[in-house]
């Protein structure tokens, strides 16, 4: 992920040096207009892809966001993703297998 926050942020600074837009200093503060999201969309590895283009293409050209907030969407979308299971998931998976092993225990004794 942060492969591709890195190349978002090229692309907003080709879009800053190549676009006379003399109001706007940093990268990160630059407008994601549908082509540098399209260019990032399909610089995505494919599992990422159709996640990114729902996420980012949302709401009406008024609405763009930029650089930094679309950074910030992906890092939380990564977090969500990597975050480890909950303490009631596992407690519930020992339990489970444990059942199953006693289930299993009990089958072969007799």
Not at 30 to 45: G, H, N
Request: proline share 5%.
């Amino acid at each position: 992920m942060e492969k591709g926050i890195k190349y978002l942020r090229e692309l907003a600074l080709g879009e800053v040096i190549y676009s006379n837009w003399q109001v706007i200093i940093d990268p990160d503060e630059t407008p994601c207009k549908r082509s540098l999201l399209r260019k990032f969309v399909q610089s995505a590895p494919t599992m990422y892809s159709h996640m990114l283009s729902t996420m980012v293409w949302g709401g009406s050209d008024a609405d763009t966001p930029t650089v930094n907030e679309v950074a910030n969407k992906v890092r939380q979308y990564e977090d969500s993703i990597s975050c480890p299971l909950s303490v009631a998931a596992m407690e519930k998976l020992t339990e489970q297998t444990e059942k199953m092993d006693e289930q299993a225990k009990t089958m072969t004794e007799k």
